[in-house]
């Protein structure tokens, strides 16, 4: 079985601009959570969404939004891009939102000049 | 004070020595206790988790819990080149109805051949 994917797997954007990171589970899965991960740090929690509705949120501006589809996919948009948004953005399944196992895909890599 | 602390390394050790990683926490709401593994690059990968104090083994790595020390270690033994990768500890509790993982910084491995 295919694990998370993630699209597109690198990004350059410069600042002030918008950008969308795509995501697909694990087949089965139902909830998926959104990580940034900056170059030497642990990744920090942004989002998670089940079953289409945002459960939980972590420290981040509004300028970070996201949406899962029907399907279980998910979108993260930020806006107004920043060059502190400059991170590994990873995103994480689990089967419902209580589940402790997270599974993440290989994340994609913005780079905002 | 960050709510997870990671002895930051890097490490270097050689090939077959054993190796010790360590966190702290502050939080006593954390409850699960997870290790990921970090390839260059690539998204974090499950190597172990657990619940209670006391010890979790699974092959070559033993991960080590003390609540009352709020103290998490993963011990590696036999260690080879492949370990080498960057190590994080997380940490897990229920935010509302979401579950959010809290990580360390890393400590990155290098095992001489």
């Known amino acids: 079985d295919a694990g998370v994917t993630q699209s597109p797997t690198h990004l350059i954007k410069t600042r002030g601009q918008h950008v969308t990171l795509r995501c697909s589970p694990i087949?089965?899965?139902?909830?998926v959570s959104w990580y940034q991960q900056v170059l030497g740090q642990g990744p920090q929690f942004i989002f998670q969404?089940?079953?289409?509705?945002?459960?939980g949120r972590g420290n981040f501006p509004d300028r970070f939004s996201a949406r899962q589809f029907p399907n279980y996919s998910s979108e993260l948009n930020v806006n107004a891009l920043l060059l502190g948004d400059s991170a590994l953005y990873l995103c994480?399944?689990?089967?419902?939102?209580?589940?402790?196992?997270?599974?993440f895909g290989s994340g994609t890599q913005l780079s905002v000049l | 004070q960050k709510e997870v602390e990671q002895d930051p390394g890097p490490l270097s050790v050689p090939e077959g020595a054993i190796v010790s990683l360590n966190c702290t926490y502050s939080?006593?709401?954390?409850?699960?206790f997870m290790w990921y593994r970090q390839y260059s690059r690539k998204g974090p990968e499950l190597l172990m988790y657990?619940?209670?104090?006391g010890n979790k083994e699974d092959g070559r790595f033993t991960a080590q819990v003390d609540k009352s020390s709020k103290y998490i270690s993963l011990f590696i033994r036999d260690s080879q080149p492949s370990d080498s990768a960057t190590y994080l500890c997380?940490?897990?509790?229920?935010?509302?109805?979401?579950?959010?993982?809290?990580f360390g910084s890393g400590t990155q491995l290098t095992v001489l051949p």
């Open positions: 087949s089965g899965h139902k909830s």
């Open positions: 997380a940490m897990s509790r229920l935010s509302g109805s979401a579950r959010q993982l809290t």
């Open positions: 994480a399944s689990t089967s419902t939102a209580a589940n402790e196992k997270l599974f």
């Open positions: 969404y089940y079953e289409k509705e945002e459960r």
């Open positions: 657990t619940y209670s104090s």
């Open positions: 939080n006593s709401a954390f409850q699960y």
